[in-house]
């Protein structure tokens, strides 16, 4: 009877052993320069295969429950004077495009940047695709963020942002998505561009912006702080909404989420 009692008590110790989950924190740096390469980039989600995907040049993509984005972390891409263009279409639905991406519990630290010398930027969520697509140049998505730096530098290239005949779609040149707080200071968007061009069209529900800050319902959010610059540098800046229902429209945006 007393060895029983001895082999139920490593049983539960070693059960309670197994449920313990330990934090990890990562830097982690990564790079893609096709300035040198004198072609386009071109990332394309198309057709219903691409359901529930996520294409990016650079992918951070931590457990949310736990991990963190640790001091000097930093994605980059290196643009020169090629164009850079994102198409969601054709029913993707479901589905994450972005060229830096960060997924994590805690953002400690990180910096995002898009640099071109004279590309031209474009985003296109059109052909009929599918809801609850994302698409975007910079993308974080965390509970907690300290500090994060989001840049795209290219003034001497267009911006071009396409929504066309798309339902619950988002689409934001840079974009985070917290679910709990920012720090009071450290949290900043900005974007140099030649000129710039929105475009709404035929669209429902659709969410667009040049930098954007979103925060579910708000309810779980308990504050913070964000700076949001968003510079033409001598070209024009238009925003055109055509035949759109409950679309949102902005060059910075702060706020729930629309759809």
């Known amino acids: 009877m007393k060895q029983l009692k ?5 049983i539960m110790a070693n059960l309670c052993l197994s449920s313990v989950v330990l934090a990890d924190s990562w830097q982690i740096m990564q790079e893609v320069d096709v300035s040198n390469v004198g072609a386009d980039t071109t990332l394309r989600q198309t057709n219903s295969s691409d359901n529930n995907s996520v294409q990016t040049l650079n992918n951070i993509n931590l457990n949310t429950s736990y991990s963190t984005i640790n001091t000097g972390s930093n994605q980059t891409v290196k643009l020169g004077g090629n164009t850079l263009t994102l198409t969601q279409d054709a ?3 479901k589905s994450k495009q972005a060229v830096n991406r960060a997924v994590a519990k805690t953002v400690t630290d990180l910096t995002q940047v898009l640099e071109a010398s004279a590309g031209d930027i474009r985003l ?9 697509n994302t698409q975007a140049i910079n993308e974080v998505n965390a509970d907690s ?29 840079n974009l985070i998505t917290v679910g709990r707080s920012l720090s009071a200071n450290g949290v900043e968007q900005k974007i140099l561009i030649k000129e710039a061009t929105f475009n709404q069209q035929s669209s429902s529900q659709t969410f667009q912006a040049g930098n954007a800050l979103l925060m579910g319902d708000g ?25 759109a229902s409950g679309a949102y429209q902005s060059v910075n945006y702060s706020g729930v989420t629309t759809q």
Do not use: Y
């Not at 296109?124 to 609850?132: L, P, R």
């Not at 309810?219 to 055509?242: C, H, K, R, W, Y």
């Open 145 to 173: 963020i300290n500090r994060l730096r989001q840049k795209i530098v290219a003034p001497n290239g267009s911006l071009v942002s396409n929504q066309n005949n798309v339902e619950k779609n988002i689409q934001a040149s």
């Open 91 to 93: 029913g993707t639905s």
């Open 124 to 132: 296109n969520q059109t052909g009929s695709a599918g809801n609850d």
């Open 6 to 10: 001895k082999t139920v008590v490593i």
């Open 219 to 243: 309810s779980g959010v308990t504050g913070g702080g964000i700076t949001q610059n968003f510079t033409v540098n001598g070209g024009a800046l238009n925003l055109n909404q055509n035949q």
